[in-house]
């Protein structure tokens, strides 16, 4: 990225929308040099998330929807099995109150969780009315967390 060493960085951060919410979570919970995520409309739970998705459309959980293997692979990698994975880090979450792909209700017992926890920093917006989008003050929440966390100069706007 820099050939030249002109620049090193020194602070490593993971943002997404949707799926890529999902994987901040899961960025978060595996790698020690991100310390600030900031999913928006995702859930860190993705076995519940899915649970719901497979009762609501009237399949079961199991092959060939919800394989064995799935499931493994959930309970390794999954953020909300390893809530001590985010001591040190910090989390925006930004959700919509109103998100039916992708409801709150399955993020919140994790966060709330976080939010109890010592050297875990976490900051909620749960934007009410808003569906799976997202909300213009959304992009004001991840512009400002990035610039609160990072030693990068600022202008004076």
């Not at 009762?55 to 990698?77: A, C, E, H, W």
């Not at 953020?79 to 985010?86: H, I, L, V, W």
């Not at 929440?141 to 030693?151: G, M, T």
Request: some cysteine; proline content about 8%; aromatic content about 8%.
């Amino acid at each position: 990225m820099f050939p030249n060493d002109e620049h090193t960085i020194s602070e490593w951060v993971c943002s997404g929308i949707s799926l890529g919410g999902h994987s901040t979570w899961i960025v978060l919970a595996h790698e020690p040099r991100v310390k600030l995520g900031i999913p928006i409309i995702g859930c860190p739970d993705y076995q519940a998330l899915m649970a719901d998705r497979i009762v609501k459309n009237s399949l079961t959980m199991g092959p060939p929807y919800f394989p064995q293997t799935l499931t493994d692979l959930i309970q390794r990698t999954g953020a909300s099995n390893k809530p001590e994975a985010f001591i040190g880090k910090r989390v925006v979450v930004l959700s919509g109150g109103a998100d039916q792909l992708v409801p709150w209700e399955f993020s919140q017992p994790f966060v709330d969780q976080l939010q109890k926890m010592d050297h875990v920093d976490v900051e909620v917006k749960v934007y009410e009315g808003s569906g799976h989008e997202v909300h213009p003050e959304m992009l004001v929440k991840l512009r400002n967390a990035i610039f609160r966390n990072s030693n990068a100069p600022r202008s004076k706007q």
